[in-house]
């Protein structure tokens, strides 16, 4: 009785989790005062999103904030709407990926197929190792599963599911918790930029290989639940502890840098549902979010 009653709460929890992403708008009054800008207003490197993969989130978009936030760094935002090739990708400097897809009809269900083509994971993979420095954030299935080929081109293997807290309170990643590590890009330039507490909000797990270092790790709190169809959770769905995973992680890859993230929102600003809920660096709990993503940007951009 017990089980099913906590199966029962599973399913109407994610249920409304369903329906709110499906609402998601940005929040376009969200702001962070950026005490030392890295440049003068568009003066700085130039950043491309990639739109060209039916990518869930775009500038116009659910990452509004997200680019709105570094053009107040300085930097200078464009969508990027073309396939990878050497010779596009040769003119940009800081590419990032979020949230993929194969096609506009694409269902939410394994198996998921690859946002990419062959040609185009051989062509980022040069560049990067030419010295390209690439954001490449893979949400929860079915946007882990459609950047499993890329991520796995530079050793991270991705697990096409939904990494998510056991007791369902709000995913905090600090020291204090020990899941949130100190290396170069947490501590920033300076001690207001030190980054002690972040928030994701329902992402994914990956494996990161041996040379990256980790920036944010899982643990037995977590489980990791791999449904055949996103949000379709009931009592057979595969689930495996989240012990020695990760969802944070950056490294040198040749020339280049490369960051992975599994979650999506927590670069964004985002009010869902009828009830405006926010989600992101909007939220309350998320108070370093924003900082967080200016230091993986300066050091993608060799600032630090």
């Known amino acids: 009785m017990k089980q099913c009653t906590l199966l029962g709460f599973l399913i109407v929890f994610f249920s409304s989790v369903s329906l709110l992403q499906a609402q998601q708008v940005a929040d376009m009054d969200f702001s962070y005062p950026i005490k030392k800008t890295m440049y003068e207003t568009g003066k700085g490197s130039t950043i491309v999103l990639d739109e060209a993969h039916y990518n869930f989130h775009t500038l116009a978009g659910r990452y509004a904030p997200f680019g709105q936030l570094l053009k107040k760094d300085g930097y200078v935002l464009k969508s990027g709407n073309e396939r990878f090739t050497l010779e596009y990708l040769s003119n940009i400097k800081i590419l990032v990926i979020a949230n993929a897809m194969p096609d506009s009809s694409a269902e939410w269900k394994l198996p998921a197929k690859s946002a990419f083509k062959e040609s185009e994971i051989n062509a980022l993979k040069q560049w990067v190792q030419e010295g390209g420095s690439l954001m490449l954030i ?3 299935m079915p946007f882990a599963g459609c950047s499993a080929q890329l991520s ?13 807290r056991r007791d369902k309170k709000p995913e905090v990643f600090s020291y204090q918790r020990n899941n949130l590590n100190q290396n170069i890009i947490t501590r ?10 972040l928030m994701v909000f329902t992402g994914q797990a990956f494996i990161a290989p041996k040379e990256a270092t980790v920036l ?12 055949s169809v996103a949000w379709g959770f009931n009592e057979t769905t595969p689930r495996i502890s989240g012990q020695s995973f990760v969802n944070g992680a950056f490294m040198d890859y040749g020339k280049g840098r490369l960051v992975v993230m599994g979650e999506a929102a927590m670069f964004s600003a985002q009010l869902s549902g009828p009830l405006k809920v926010k989600a992101g660096m909007n939220h309350p709990v998320a108070r370093q979010n924003a900082q967080f993503l200016l230091n993986i940007v300066h050091w993608l951009d060799r600032g630090v």
């Not at 920033?188 to 980054?195: A, H, L, N, P, V």
């Not at 944010?216 to 449904?227: A, K």
Request: proline fraction near 3%; avoid cysteine.
């Open 138 to 140: 893979a949400d929860h």
């Open 216 to 227: 944010t790790r899982l643990n037995d709190e977590y489980e990791i639940l791999m449904p």
């Open 152 to 164: 796995l081109a530079f050793g991270f293997n991705f697990i096409d599911g939904f990494a998510i």
């Open 188 to 197: 920033g330039r300076t001690k207001e930029e030190k980054i002690d507490s």
